[in-house]
């Protein structure tokens, strides 16, 4: 048996993997066909675009977070009912964790999934060169299979056939097709404003656009003919998508066009072992739910909506009061930024958050943290213990200041080296790190066996 599946990997970031993705999807959804989207790495933006396009939940795959097994059931639990998949790469096709071999790389995912790659080159300024540069990328590793190419930023037709011929010539696959320099295509609110434009359908008429455009230009019977693929095995191994348990815990979980960084599988796990997921929204001043026996605070962008979420002094109170109280509560990045006291922008204005945690957060320009982290928790954690290991990422424009003494809530071991990161109290766990739950499904355990205990004390 086989299906259809295709990555699409580029020769470097900016290249225009994401622009020709939800292209691809556009084009092949207007087609009839059901088309589920992926993404490689840590990634919470590209995937609301897909999820926006096909209609479905994009998903993340990621082989340095998450084992061999894990990536396999996301992935074959993903593509249910669909015609095709379309996995965007991330970085470059090689590029990830480690310099020396494809962990964590668009590369492995390609592997691990074996998947065709569809390699997209930026062919400005250069015609006969494409060819060295695809050869490259063939050459550097045995294992990916890279099935054709799409060139990017071409200057006209004359221009593509020229790159066509030398890299079909030199590589012995197809160049399916192109994208001229001179559209220009650019995806509106890339960062501010991107979630509520999206669940808006704001973004619709770009989308195809877009999809008219790669209709144009791209050979996508060529490309669905590249894209066959044999069917994946399923993992014989707990499955993050069980039968959910009976409920035994209601968890709140803030989503709004602040908090929206969430990774379903997340969600997903502690449905599956008896968790209520209740959604409200901080943005629009709604308390939080009755009955929450745990509060879910991702990450998005408070700093955009600081000064609406200052005005909202009935959810603060609802949080603060709830914490203070003993509520099991995590709280990642955005989430963390919410629970200080105060966040200060890039223009220097003061805003005042829900005020538990001590201290404030300063906005700036340039990135203050990137890349993949390996957690341990400190003592009393009651998420992860210090001899629990998780992984994830941080990444993030703000930096946390505080004069007073707190106990950090876990040890982070990324590229240079290891920190304490985050802030601990009561039965809160906050910090700048995205957790993916995936990597240690005991967190799960120990958050609902946690919110049960805490419920139980609170009803006596």
């Not at 939080?288 to 879910?296: A, F, M, T, V, W």
């Not at 040890?411 to 240690?440: D, I, P, W």
């Amino acid at each position: 048996m086989l299906n259809h599946r295709m990555v699409i990997a580029g020769t470097g970031s900016g290249v225009g993997k994401t622009t020709l993705t939800i292209g691809l999807m556009a084009a092949l959804k207007k087609r009839g066909l059901i088309v589920q989207g992926f993404k490689c790495g840590p990634d919470y933006i590209d995937p609301s675009y897909h999820t926006a396009v096909t209609k479905r939940v994009s998903r993340n795959l990621d082989s340095w977070m998450l084992d061999r097994n894990t990536v396999l059931d996301i992935m074959t639990h993903g593509s249910k009912g669909a015609d095709i998949s379309i996995i965007e790469g991330v970085m470059g096709f090689f590029d990830g964790k480690d310099p020396k071999n494809n962990k964590g790389s668009t590369a492995d995912i390609s592997m691990i999934t074996q998947s065709p790659v569809l390699l997209v080159v930026n062919c400005a300024s250069m015609a006969r060169s494409a060819a060295a540069i695809v050869k490259g990328f063939q050459m550097l590793a045995e294992g990916p299979n890279i099935v054709g190419v799409i060139a990017n930023r071409v200057g006209s037709e004359g221009h593509f056939k020229i790159v066509k011929t030398a890299i079909e010539q030199e590589c012995n696959i197809p160049v399916i097709g192109y994208l001229k320099r001179e559209l220009d295509i650019k995806i509106p609110e890339r960062h501010l404003g991107l979630v509520p434009s999206i669940e808006r359908g704001e973004l619709d008429p770009f989308f195809e656009k877009l999809g008219d455009l790669i209709e144009e230009t791209v050979d996508l019977e060529q490309l669905l003919e590249l894209s066959t693929a044999p069917v994946l095995p399923v993992p014989k191994i707990y499955s993050l998508f069980t039968e959910r348990k009976e409920k035994v815990v209601r968890i709140a979980v803030a989503r709004d066009a602040a908090f929206n960084f969430y990774y379903p599988e997340n969600l997903e796990l502690l449905q599956s072992l008896g968790a209520e997921i209740v959604y409200f929204s901080p943005l629009a001043n709604e308390c939080l739910p009755e009955n929450s026996d745990g509060l879910y605070l991702g990450g998005g962008f408070p700093e955009e909506y600081a000064e609406s979420l200052s005005h909202n002094k009935e959810v603060q109170h609802s949080i603060k009061t709830a914490i203070e109280k003993g509520l099991p509560t995590l709280a990642e990045c955005g989430g963390f930024m919410y629970l200080t006291e105060v966040i200060e922008t890039t223009s220097q204005e003061e805003f005042s958050m829900v005020g538990i945690i001590p201290g404030k957060v300063i906005m700036q320009h340039k990135l203050a943290a990137l890349g993949y982290r390996e957690i341990t928790g400190g003592n009393s954690n009651f998420l992860i213990s210090g001899k629990e290991k998780a992984r994830g990422h941080e990444f993030h424009y703000s930096t946390y200041h505080n004069k007073e003494q707190i106990r950090h809530a876990y040890v982070t071991k990324g590229m240079r080296g290891t920190k304490q990161e985050g802030c601990m109290m009561h039965n809160l766990v906050a910090g700048y790190t995205h957790f993916h739950f995936a990597s240690c499904k005991t967190m799960v355990e120990n958050w609902i066996n946690k919110c049960k205990t805490s419920k139980a004390i609170l009803q006596r």
